[in-house]
């Protein structure tokens, strides 16, 4: 038996019989419950027990309270004749003195007689037959309550369940939610929508568009060259559908990440980085007054000093207060060593030269006392575009009382000549027939007065009438195209940061397709009917190497071209290259760091014991596998000297440190890796990718004159005089039968038609192996000849309008050639390259034969230099880098990484030519890549080492007068604050982050 239900029925059984059932007469119980079974005990107390109970003493209780009020009924009357009788004995008695009471009130004696008025009967709770009706109702609601199939009791007790399940879930909340009911409501409208997937990051339902038309639409965009990360979020969209609010809250989560990341420092750089005081500072004791011109004088004979320290025979360097290695000289080398030293990192800088700023200085017997210490800048350190060089210099530059250091820069040339800066002698340009063309001059001036220039001289279309309207001018067109290209440049250089992988999904840019191009087949297109302005753009595009334009790259034909007609013209730093130099030595050792000159170089140290050891562990790890991986290519850990002194890092104190050491090369791609790196190293792990297919540029050989009389007594300026043989009149010849022109090449000899483009694919497939076999060139000797050979003159003294104030009057000129195969001999490997011969010394025949004939040269354009001639020397032949074909920048090995952990190069082969722009940008290429800086720094973040210095560096204290490294009295730019930025060429403005 189940307490309070019916047993189950059984089969074969009768169901039991219910109270309200068909039962005969006198069988069914006077109170029983519904659900009741006869014979069985009720579940049903209320309305079998207490609900017959209950109504019985409600009855009982009614009945009493009737009574009672017939009983109080009769006392109500018999109290109404008290009061009626007494009313009529006060009216017979009304002639009977009143009495008194104390308080001065008349009452009758008689009133006080009267009997107490009833009390009525106290109301039982059932008073009533209403309320015994209302006792039946509730009895019957209460025995429905508990005893039917879906009574209310069920609803209680899951509403005492639901507040149990409250109290656990929501605790100390509870009294909260009471409070406030409606949050209760929105909870529940939380867990309704989570329940049913309204909060899923993905799409519920169906797409708002078909797949097929979300392709179409990221195609058209993609063909719209939107930026990717547009395109990643329209496919998320569209195609793995994410809802709307999940793309807000991953591109706010990811911007915020991104910002955090763009304010953390990259390890070794401080979130502090003090400023250095200027290396002209002059030490001053308490109230002693400085003297201005025993303060001059003293940067006047620093200098005349070179930049850094001779390395002593026997001198051993502590190679554990170093961790960063540079081998070279110039500003390139000290500008990337000064922004290394500024992100924590402690600098070596090994310079073979006698001077680390590249500097020469004439020495021995036959020089003049009065030339002591005057340096040649045998670079020509001419700087264009000279607002964006010093947005890019002031971080390195920075002092503690000057955004630049004290180094200001002026232009080269003066209002009367236009601020011309270039004189361009190519054969036939300018004349008709002759072989001697008429020397074109750039000015200063830009695009205008190139128009100009170009339409007086050469014939082209007349400029318009209003400033800025170039009419129809070819030139003006070419150019235009010209700064379009230019344009995306820095994507370019940016992508040599970058892994393959990241620039295999960036679109080529403009600037990158151009690289891989002659320049010879844009000049024909652009200039079909004018071979003097193919001339003439041939000469700007490629000046600084004698080759042709037909095996010209035409990405450096369109850099030199922009550079040149930016219309900033030219400029040159103040105290020379020397001056520039000192400031990023000053920066170097006051961190830390040490600048070392006369150093030997002999070659580069690996650790390949640590290559070994990693090798044979996966080897054994995976030796199932059939084919063989290359070994990888061990770490570069220092440098070995030519008398067998290692200058190498102790790799085992850098393990904690959370950054490896580096050893970067400034001495172009050629000499360190073939030149510095062993044979064996090279055999095993061969070169970068696509270095075989390069060529070398012929060596260069520096002329240096010592000339009597100041720039102004010579009638000399700073323009820079080049003779261009690559760049000759082309021969164009009309067929005589079709009437069509056939179009010569440019710079003489046989008619070819070269490729469109070079083979990025072929340049880049790995080599069988990494030997470098010499094998002489056979072809036809190259020999300089006089007046027609590729020839450049400079007067470095004659651009800086300091020199006559701290040297007198003395007159410096650099003759620049190529070295012809007396001195060199050229060689057909892979890659290409020459070798310098040794021996020719002063007084052999060969240089005798090569120094009269460059100096009839420069006599023979310079005429008034007749007997000024103090002093002259010759230096090198000098390697300079790779030539500037299409390979050069096709090749993916040539970049600051190099397959060597540790090792890295920089400088202008990174870049184009080998001006001082150009190898400033290569070694802020350097300089980022040894940092470590990623993909989503520079593409995303605009992060890069500079732009971290300007905002980590405290700002400088200006003083009240400019603190000048060396005085002038001449226009020069002043320090730009321009808080415009760019990828590459405008890094961050040396600020104070607010």
């Not at 029983?32 to 019985?56: C, H, N, Y």
């Not at 070179?306 to 070279?328: F, H």
């Amino acid at each position: 038996m189940r307490m309070g239900k019916p047993d189950k029925v059984r089969r074969g059984q009768a169901s039991s019989r219910r109270a309200d059932a068909q039962l005969y007469h006198g069988d069914k119980p006077k109170h029983a419950a519904r659900a009741s079974v006869v014979g069985q005990l009720s579940p049903d107390i209320i309305s079998v027990s207490l609900g017959p109970e209950i109504k019985a003493r409600a009855i009982e209780s009614l009945e009493a309270y009737s009574e009672q009020l017939m009983e109080y009924d009769d006392l109500v009357k018999e109290y109404n004749e008290a009061i009626k009788k007494q009313q009529l004995q006060q009216e017979e008695e009304t002639s009977k003195e009143a009495e008194v009471d104390p308080d001065g009130n008349t009452r009758n004696v008689d009133s006080l007689d009267l009997p107490p008025f009833p009390e009525p009967p106290k109301a039982p709770i059932f008073h009533s037959e209403h309320w015994i009706n209302e006792l039946d109702e509730v009895l019957k609601e209460t025995s429905d309550f508990f005893q039917s199939k879906n009574g209310g009791w069920k609803v209680h007790a899951r509403a005492a369940r639901f507040e149990r399940i409250m109290d656990e879930r929501y605790g100390r909340l509870r009294p909260l939610l009471k409070q406030y009911p409606e949050l209760e409501t929105f909870a529940r409208n939380v867990q309704r929508k989570y329940a049913s997937g309204y909060f899923s990051p993905f799409r519920q339902g169906k797409p708002p568009i078909p797949k097929s038309t979300a392709v179409v639409i990221l195609f058209m965009m993609q063909r719209g060259n939107l930026r990717w990360e547009v395109m990643v979020l329209a496919a998320l969209f569209f195609l793995v559908g994410l809802q709307p609010w999940a793309l807000v809250v991953l591109v706010a989560g990811g911007q915020a990440l991104l910002e955090n990341r763009k304010r953390k420092p990259i390890k070794p750089m401080k979130k502090h980085i003090p400023t250095t005081a200027p290396y002209y500072a002059v030490e001053v004791e308490d109230n002693e007054v400085v003297d201005e011109e025993k303060e001059r004088q003293q940067k006047i004979e620093m200098l005349k000093k070179p930049v850094g320290s001779k390395l002593g025979a026997d001198e051993n360097i502590d190679m554990t207060l170093y961790d960063t290695i540079l081998l070279g000289s110039g500003p390139s080398t000290l500008y990337t060593g000064a922004l290394l030293a500024r992100a924590g990192r402690k600098i070596l800088v090994l310079s073979s030269k006698d001077d680390a700023s590249g500097c020469y200085t004439l020495e021995g017997s036959g020089v003049p006392e009065a030339s002591g210490g005057v340096p040649f800048d045998v670079e020509s350190s001419n700087v264009s575009k000279c607002t964006r060089q010093q947005t890019l210099l002031a971080p390195a530059l920075c002092s503690s009382t000057d955004y630049q250091g004290g180094i200001r820069f002026a232009k080269i040339g003066s209002a009367a000549d236009g601020y011309a800066f270039e004189i361009l002698s190519v054969p036939g340009m300018g004349s008709e027939g002759g072989k001697d063309g008429v020397p074109f001059v750039l000015r200063g001036g830009g695009v205008q007065t190139l128009v100009e220039d170009a339409a007086l001289y050469l014939g082209d279309g007349w400029p318009g009438v209003t400033p800025g309207d170039f009419g129809n001018s070819a030139s003006a067109v070419y150019t235009g195209i010209c700064e379009a290209l230019n344009a995306s440049s820095n994507q370019f250089y940016i992508s040599k940061l970058l892994d393959d992988n990241v620039n295999n999904i960036r679109s080529a840019s403009s600037y990158q397709e151009a690289t891989i191009r002659y320049a010879s087949m844009f000049l024909d297109k652009a200039f079909p009917l004018n071979a003097h302005l193919r001339s003439l753009f041939a000469a700007i595009g490629m000046k600084g190497e004698n080759i042709r334009p037909s095996e010209t790259s035409m990405a450096a034909h369109v850099t030199n071209v922009c550079s040149a007609l930016s219309g900033e013209g030219m400029h040159y730093p103040i105290g020379g290259p020397r001056a520039i130099c000192h400031a990023f030595a000053s920066v170097i050792e006051e961190n830390g760091g040490r600048v070392f000159t006369q150093v030997p170089y002999g070659r580069l140290l690996f650790d390949e014991k640590a290559t070994e050891t990693s090798s044979s562990v996966s080897e054994s790890s995976d030796s199932t596998s059939t084919t063989k991986a290359d070994p990888p290519a061990p770490r570069c850990i220092g440098i070995e000297l030519s008398d067998k002194r290692q200058i190498k890092f102790n790799m085992t104190q850098w393990k904690s440190k959370g950054y490896e050491p580096a050893v970067v090369s400034f001495l172009g791609m050629i000499t360190t890796f073939i030149h510095l790196l062993p044979a064996d190293i090279r055999d095993k792990y061969k070169l970068p990718r696509g270095m075989p297919a390069l060529t070398q540029r012929r060596p260069l050989i520096k002329i240096l004159y010592q000339l009597k009389g100041s720039a102004s007594d010579l009638n000399v300026t700073g323009a820079d005089f080049y003779r261009l043989p690559a760049a000759a009149l082309a021969k164009d010849s009309i067929d005589p039968i079709t009437g069509d022109v056939r179009l010569g090449e440019i710079g003489g000899g046989a008619f070819r038609t070269p490729e469109n483009e070079v083979q990025v694919e072929t340049i880049n497939q790995d080599q069988p192996d990494g030997d470098v076999t010499f094998e002489s060139r056979k072809s036809q000797k190259v020999k300089y000849e006089a007046g027609s050979s590729w020839m450049q003159i400079s007067f470095p003294s004659a651009k800086d309008p300091s020199f006559e104030s701290r040297h007198g009057k003395i007159t410096t000129c650099v003759v620049t050639i190529e070295a012809d195969d007396d001195f060199v001999t050229p060689f057909e490997t892979k890659p290409k390259l020459y070798a310098v011969q040794k021996g020719k010394g002063p007084t052999h025949s060969d240089y005798k034969w090569l120094m009269e004939r460059v100096q009839k040269d420069l006599l023979d354009t310079y005429p008034q230099l007749a007997g000024k001639i103090m002093h002259h020397t010759m230096v090198g032949p000098l390697y300079r880098g790779l030539s500037h074909n299409p390979e050069r920048y096709a090749a993916k090995g040539v970049r600051p990484e190099s397959p060597y952990p540790g090792l890295f190069t920089g400088g202008s082969d990174l870049t184009v030519g080998e001006s001082f722009s150009a190898s400033i940008v290569g070694g802020w290429l350097a300089a980022n890549a040894v940092m470590g800086y990623s993909a989503l720094d520079h593409l995303f973040l605009q992060k890069n080492i500079t732009s971290d210095i300007s905002r980590f560096m405290e700002p400088p204290e200006p003083t009240a007068e400019a603190d000048l490294a060396v005085d002038f009295s001449v226009d020069v730019v002043p320090p730009q604050k321009d808080e415009e930025q760019e990828e590459l060429n405008d890094p961050p403005e040396l600020k104070k982050e607010q």
